[in-house]
């Protein structure tokens, strides 16, 4: 069983996971728990989601835990948006932060593109073509997702 599978079984057992992702984040390092954020995304849901989205950049700054949850949150929205799930309206958060200041969670938006493609890639293509022509925060996602 793989990493990601193992975290996919804990997680679904755990009625709380913020605890767990926090002890697990690996942060603060150089590499944050890419396994766990993986699983985390995989079985996650809508409303754990828009809670760790709640991890902004003043109660979860840059290379702490907290940062961890928003950037799974982030990653998620590609879930959602692959789901068609209100997409245009996570569409316009998820690009919004691009321009996050901490990097992980930017990185966390070139995950969400990548969900998205595993799903659709045509999808993928057409959003990539309006994106192309946004801020150089956007672009970068774009660009890391490929």
Known sequence: MSKIEEYKVQLIN??????F????????????????????VEVGTKDKFLKFLEWNAEIAPINQPGEFLCTIGVAGLGKLISERDEEDKWLL?????????????REGV?????????RDMNFLLD???????????????????M
């Open 93 to 105: 958060k998820l690009k919004a932060y691009s321009a996050d200041p901490r990097w992980r969670v």
């Open 14 to 19: 755990l009625k709380q996971w913020d605890d």
């Open 127 to 145: 959003l990539a073509q309006t994106w192309t022509y946004s801020d150089m925060f956007v672009q970068r996602a774009l660009v890391a997702f």
């Open 21 to 40: 992702l926090l002890r697990n984040s690996n942060l603060p390092s150089p590499r944050s728990n890419l396994e766990l954020l993986a699983a985390a």
């Open 110 to 118: 070139a995950m969400a593109l990548q969900f998205i493609g595993k």
